[in-house]
Structure formats: C-alpha cells, structure tokens
C-alpha cells in the first residue's frame, strides 16, 4: 500500500521542469523576402505603395559557377586543398585523398588520388592504378611533365577507360559516379578512371511484366546492364547507346537508345531536346523522369511505356522508336507510344497468332468491363429497369430489399473497400500481402452481406470489375481505369445511360487531341495512317508483319520482304 502511496504522489506532485536547452530552426525565408522586397510608389494618389518580390541571388550560384570554370593547377597542395573543400574533407568520412610519391630515376614528384570508399574498386585501385604509378622509378623517363603524362595514359596505366581532362568539374563528375582522380603535381590536367565497383542486384525474372513463354531476364538497377542486356538481343552495329544525365545535383546518367538508319532524326533530336530542358535538382526514378517528358501530364492514360524487358525494349527499337534507359532504375522508356501499345503485351508475338488474337480479345473486354461496369450497374438500376429480364429485376431487388443504401452509394462503399484492401495488399511484404487481400476481401465480403450494408450481386459486380483492371496488361492503364471508374459511376447515377456516353465521348476527344512525342496517340485509328486498321487489334501471322508503323516515319519502312519464308516459294517452283 505504501508503495502505492508513494506511486501516486510521485504523480501528482508538481516538479519543476529542467532545464535543457533545445534546438530551434529559425526561419531564414522572411529574411530574404524581406532583402528581396523593394517598394515602388505609385503615382496615382491613395494608392499603396507597390511592393515587387525579387528573388535574393542564393550564395552557392557564384560559387558554382566558378566551379564551372575551375581549371587544374600546376600547383599539387592547390588542387588537393579545393578538393578538400569541394567535399568537406575531413567532414565527409567516405572520401579518400590519399598521397604519394612517383619516382623518375633521382627525381620525385608528388601525386594523390581521390575517390569514393565504397563506390570503388579496390582491386582496381591498387593493382591497375597505385601499383603501376608508384613502381615509375624503375623506367627510364626523361622526366619532362608532356612525356610523364602521356607515358602514364598511353604505356602505364593498364587500364580500359582513363581520360585525361583540363576542367576541375568534369574530374569531379567522374569521381561522383564511381571513378577516381589522378593528379600530379607540375602538371595541369588530370586523370580519370573508371573503378565502379559498388553492389547492385543481378538480372533476375521480371516481377511485373512475367511470360509464360519468352526470355526470363529483367532490368537492373545498373546502366550498363541493362544497355548490355539489350545489345545482347539486338547485335547491330547501327544500335547507338547516346549518354545523357539529367538532374543539376544528381546528374543522373541515362541513355538514349536507338537504331539510327531506322529511327526518324527530328524524333531523336525533340527527345534530345527535352532531356536537355529538365531543369531539376534531383531526379532518381524514370517514372519521375516520364512525368518530366510526357507531352499531357493531365491525360490518365500513360503516355510513355515504361518496361522491364529488354526482349520489348529490342522489339520497340526494330520498330523505329526510341529507349531511355535511366541508371538506378529496372524500368526503361519507351517513347513515343500509342493507345493501343498499352493493351498488348510482350507475350503476343511469342504465342501464335490464333490465341494472341484470343487473349487480345479477352483483354478488350476486360477493359470495357473495369471501365464501365460498375456505372452500367448504376445507370440499369436506376434509370433502365426495361432493359434487363423480369425476372432478373426481381432477384435484384430482392436482393437489395434490406439495403438501406441506394445503388450508387451501395457500389461507392464497396469500390472504396476494393481499393483499400488491394493497397493494404500491396504494402505488406512478403507473403503476407497476398493472405490479406484474399482473406479480407472474403471476411469483407461476407460479412457486409450478412448485415445487409450490400447485395450479393454487387459483390459480383466489384468482382468482376477487380478482374477486369489486373487483366489489363499495362500498369499504368489500370490505375488510369481505376480512376475513371468513379467518373463513370458518378456521371451514371446523374443521367443514366447519357451521363456515361457523354463521358465516353469527352473522354474519347481527349485521347483523340493528345500526342506523344509528335505522334497522335490514337494512332493509327484516329487519324488512320497506312498501317493496318486491324494490327492492333488483329494480330496477322508473323510473315506477314512486312511494315513498320508508318505513323512513326522511320528511315526504313520494311521489316520483312513479301515473302519472307523463302522455303515456301522455292518449293511452288519445283512443283
């Protein structure tokens, strides 16, 4: 009892605060507006003063900008001390600035070099770069700095990929994305070389796009896997594989793939244009990249396939466009795209084209049905009740006897569950995401028929339409027809069957109006080109596939001779 006594005193008796002194951010952007502001006096009586904003020049833009210009001393201690500074050394525990000495015959000179801990190699760095540089004092040399320097590119360094460069910022660059600098003292330039040697994920199985025939490796997160993994499929000299990196502080490194005797050059120039253009500090993913680069950022549907196949990927570059391939991301770019490039999948060419034509089929249907069954459901019940049987009229609202909810709010509630429990689903890892979905929707379902919140059918409707949208083969597609779904919904329980061609009909002008890169994006049916109405849907047999799309203008028009299968016409004339 008495240490219950002393429990509740403890609690109840006031005690005096300490004092401890605490962390405050001031806030800094009211100074600069303030600094900014500059006050202009109207002329005109009774008015306020006008109060124009301009921005406060930022501190870093002059040093940057010298940064720029920056060229390498001849002086040793100059370079390592704007090096020291550039990355706050000894502050930053992961940069390596280590000394020593090259020796030509009776002459020493001072050398260093700099990189990553962890971004390197270490066998690259010792056998191929300090190893020969420190066993200099057994050649004979001259000793002049020309001869040193090309003696140390051309004869000693045994190294594949060593540059030699004048500007401070492009040895910078080069350090940041995994290589190492050399710099010698007396002399103006510096080496560089490539020693990457940081820890990524091997090629593995596609997780999204999965076949069941066809090649199983995937994208990884390195660029020059995934440049070589598509060169592996494509073996053709024309293929060019053109670096860019985007981002001012992430310099990000992409590629830009394309066959240059079958890719249109304005194509290649405008995507050029508009990686070039991005002006932004940091940029990780393509799918950041794609929201950059898309002609329409308010059109639901995707405008830019985004694929981790490099079998696709080589499939879309024999067609005529083009690839952007981003390192750190398992996903490429495929621009420019069309409507009906999203509704195929990298399956369809393996498969002959009887069950290719039957699978794009069911996925027709499928669209349809995630797109507007839900709304057909609202509209039927609540404004058609002729078009459906008698008899099914009944058992629907006998089903909904005991619902005190009308139809459209009925089907909101269970989108809403459908949705919640397909992300819940997909933000647990492992094997536990799956076990939620299957076992909520279940115990869901059940139970919101038992207190009579829904019908029964309408847990068949949200069913079949949750079917539907996983049938679409492209991602992006199914969250743009998720969306649209409750756009269909609303504009059918306000005017029926009206409501939802009305939404048909803007929805349909939209698509027919946006571009992708320069292409319509209903192409080819809306404007019809000379390709194949029927392609897209229809898929002919692979020997008859002779052109490429025309609306993307290639250089090279055909992909195939009439006859491609010259057996066949070799054996008519021996008949």
Not at 97 to 122: C, H, P
Not at 171 to 186: A, K, P, Q, S, Y
Not at 227 to 255: F, H, M, Q, W, Y
Not at 441 to 457: D, E, H, K, Y
Request: hydrophobic fraction near 40%.
């Amino acid at each position: 009892m008495a240490d219950y006594k002393k429990i509740l005193k403890k609690i109840f008796t006031y005690h005096e605060p300490q004092k401890v002194e605490r962390f405050i951010l001031k806030e800094k952007q009211s100074e600069g507006f303030e600094k900014g502001m500059k006050k202009e006096p109207n002329k005109e009586k009774g008015d306020l003063p006008k109060v124009i904003y301009k921005r406060p020049d930022a501190g870093g833009e002059q040093d940057k900008k010298v940064c720029e210009e920056k060229l390498v001393s001849i002086k040793l201690d100059e370079n390592s001390d704007y090096l020291k500074r550039v990355y706050s050394v000894p502050e930053n525990g992961d940069i390596v600035l280590r000394e020593f000495d090259i020796t030509v015959g009776s002459k020493i000179i001072r050398a260093f070099i700099i990189f990553y801990d962890g971004m390197t190699n270490d066998n690259i760095i010792n056998s191929s770069i300090m190893q020969p540089l420190m066993l200099l004092s057994n050649l004979d040399i001259k000793g002049e700095k020309r001869e040193l320097t090309e003696y140390i590119s051309r004869q000693l360094v045994p190294h594949s990929q060593i540059r030699e460069f004048r500007k401070m910022k492009k040895v910078i660059d080069e350090v940041n994305f995994g290589g190492c600098g050399i710099f010698i003292d007396g002399v103006d330039s510096a080496f560089t070389c490539d020693a990457k040697g940081w820890e990524s994920r091997g090629v593995e199985r596609p997780e999204v796009e999965n076949v069941v025939r066809g090649p199983q490796e995937g994208f990884t997160e390195t660029l020059r896997t995934n440049t070589a993994l598509v060169r592996k499929i494509l073996k053709d000299e024309d293929l060019v594989a053109v670096d860019v990196s985007v981002g001012n502080r992430s310099k990000t490194p992409c590629s830009l793939m394309y066959i240059k005797d079958i890719a249109n050059s304005s194509l290649v120039s405008e995507i050029k244009r508009r990686l070039e253009g991005i002006d932004v500090d940091y940029i990780f993913d393509s799918g950041e990249l794609e929201q950059f680069l898309e002609d329409n950022p308010f059109l639901t549907a995707p405008q830019i396939i985004a694929s981790e196949r490099p079998d696709r990927v080589a499939a879309a570059l024999s067609d005529g466009k083009i690839a952007i391939i981003m390192s750190g991301s398992p996903f490429a770019l495929i621009v420019p795209t069309t409507n009906l490039d999203l509704l195929q999948s990298a399956e369809d060419t393996y498969m002959r084209f009887p069950y290719a034509n039957l699978v794009r089929i069911i996925r027709t249907i499928a669209i349809f049905v995630s797109l507007l069954l839900p709304g057909l459901y609202v509209a039927i019940t609540n404004f058609h009740h002729e078009m459906i049987p008698t008899e099914l009229l009944l058992a629907i609202e006998a089903s909904r006897e005991l619902v005190p909810f009308p139809s459209v709010v009925e089907i909101l509630i269970m989108e809403f569950a459908f949705e919640l429990i397909l992300e819940a689903g997909i933000r647990r890892p492992g094997p536990l995401g799956p076990t939620l979905g299957i076992i909520g929707a279940l115990v869901l379902g059940q139970a919101a028929v038992a207190a009579n919140v829904v019908s029964p059918i309408m847990i068949i409707i949200v069913a079949v339409t949750g079917i539907g949208s996983f049938a679409i083969p492209n991602f992006g597609l199914g969250l743009s027809f998720r969306l649209l779904r409750f756009v269909f919904i609303f504009l059918a329980s306000l005017s029926g069957f009206l409501g939802i061609t009305f939404g048909l009909f803007v929805y349909g002008t939209w698509l027919c109006s946006a571009k992708s890169f320069g292409v319509p994006f209903m192409s080819p049916i809306g404007p019809k080109t000379h390709s194949s109405f029927v392609g897209p849907f229809v898929r002919s047999p692979i020997w008859k596939q002779e052109r490429r799309p025309d609306y993307l203008n290639p250089k090279d028009v055909d992909r195939q001779p009439n006859i491609s299968r010259k057996w066949t016409k070799n054996d008519k004339k021996k008949q």
